[in-house]
């Protein structure tokens, strides 16, 4: 169950929210040397005031990085052959609705996820004959209460 929260939080950290994200930066994967590699393991991403500063760690692989959120139809570019820039604009309110709909789903499907194990779990005590329904109900209990945690600060963010 943990790690269905634990997926949910990592989807959550891509989704863009009214704010510059560089979590949302960090998820986009760019190809290396024939492999894909996600932004934040091959380059440092910080935050600056209205944009996302990318400094990859092999300068070489500055091109790639462009490309790779040039793809993404997002606006970047190259700020001297060491750095990339990149300007993210505030989403409309058509967008944020979107958006806060897209969270919701999110979360449904790890609830979806948690009660899934849930019954395979009573199912497991059930055949063993020995463990606590109890116990199981209320481990999901608390991670259905960790994923409306997480939905919910997503939407707070979001201003949905």
């Known amino acids: 169950m943990l790690k269905a929260v634990r997926h949910l939080a990592e989807q959550l950290t891509g989704i ?17 040397r024939g492999n894909s590699v996600a932004i934040g393991s091959m380059a440092s991403v910080t935050s600056q005031g209205d944009r996302i500063v990318i400094t990859p760690f092999d ?3 500055v091109p790639a990085v462009v490309k790779a ?3 993404a139809r997002m606006n970047a570019y ?4 060491r750095t990339v820039c990149l300007g993210v604009p505030p989403i409309s309110g058509e967008q ?4 806060a709909k897209h ?3 999110l979360g449904e ?3 979806v996820a948690i009660r899934s194990i849930r019954q395979d779990a009573r199912k497991e005590v059930a055949a063993r004959g020995r463990g606590s329904e ?6 999901t209990d608390a991670a259905v209460e960790q994923v409306e945690r997480l939905v919910k600060a997503r939407l707070n963010e979001i201003g949905a």
Do not use: M
């Open 134 to 139: 109890r116990v199981v109900q209320e481990a």
């Open 16 to 32: 863009r929210s009214g704010t510059l994200s560089v979590g949302f930066v960090q998820t986009f994967r760019t190809s290396l």
């Open 69 to 71: 959120l040039a793809d």
């Open 96 to 99: 944020r609705a979107e958006l």
């Open 59 to 61: 300068p070489a692989n």
């Open 78 to 81: 190259a700020l001297d052959p």
């Open 103 to 105: 969270v919701k789903k």
């Open 109 to 111: 499907e790890a609830k």
